[in-house]
């Protein structure tokens, strides 16, 4: 009997060979060649980002009065920078803005209000004190009130535009009242203006809009000096604008826009 031991052993080995196969690599067969799982594709959203647009933190007249806001476009090829601002109605069918968001226009200067745009011209340009008047036929917006409260004011909004239209005020703190020198747009001359002053930041397409109060008038013509102090926010005043204002809203004769503005 002794010589049967190896045969069963070696039929011992294949056995348990076979019961492997059937336990793990049959299996396998079954279900077919694995492949790797494909991951999800995550493409991002091509959706704008949503807007701020104003809340009930903001006083009833500031919403209102930010329909009278506008954006401010133009061609100038010229130059190396394009023209670009905000401005406000002050009267029927005319804008108030800052000089160095049209110097140097030549063609297609536009306003955009409520997403509609309109053309416009400049009849009055003042790059000494920063301020010109658009002339815009058609434009419905209601003009805003000057309001020379802001002399002893402690608070005040800084409307801002996305896309032409009004989103979230930034509220500021007023600091002082002030006579500053002041240097034109093109850095030639100082001139002695009475401005407002607060501490924030005012992004370059904001200046020209109001500066306005809890009652949705305007304290003042928001700007960027080339001089002025860094972190400040100035607002020439109205006792500043109303000789100007009032000329410009009588004349309909377009009025040169300057040359270029230095390239910073």
Do not use: N
């Amino acid at each position: 009997m002794r010589p049967a031991l190896p045969y069963l052993i070696v039929a011992t080995f294949i056995a348990a060979g076979l019961f492997a196969w059937a336990a793990v690599i049959a299996p396998a067969e079954a279900e077919g060649p694995r492949t790797a799982s494909a991951s999800p594709t995550v493409t991002p959203s091509s959706a704008p980002l949503p807007r701020t647009a104003p809340d009930s933190r903001t006083p009833a007249a500031v919403r209102r009065a930010l329909a009278s806001v506008v954006r401010i476009t133009g061609s100038a090829p010229q130059c190396a920078r394009q023209p670009e601002g905000t401005g406000f109605v002050y009267a029927p069918e005319h804008v108030l803005t800052v000089a160095r968001a049209v110097a140097g226009v030549r063609r297609q200067l536009r306003v955009t209000s409520a997403g509609r745009e309109y053309p416009a011209t400049v009849v009055r340009f003042d790059p000494v004190r920063d301020v010109a008047v658009l002339r815009v036929r058609g434009l419905p917006a209601k003009p805003l009130r000057f309001d020379p409260a802001g002399r002893t004011a402690t608070r005040a909004f800084i409307p801002a535009l996305q896309d032409g239209e009004p989103t979230q005020p930034d509220p500021v703190q007023l600091r002082t009242r002030r006579i500053a020198a002041l240097s034109d747009i093109y850095d030639k001359q100082d001139t002695r203006r009475e401005v407002l002053t607060a501490t924030a930041r005012l992004a370059p397409t904001t200046q020209g809009a109001p500066l306005l109060s809890d009652r949705g008038q305007v304290y003042g013509l928001l700007f960027i000096p080339t001089s002025g102090r860094p972190r400040t926010v100035y607002a020439t005043t109205p006792a500043q604008l109303t000789a100007l204002t009032e000329y410009a809203r009588r004349t309909t004769r377009p009025a040169p826009t300057g040359p270029c503005l230095p390239t910073p």
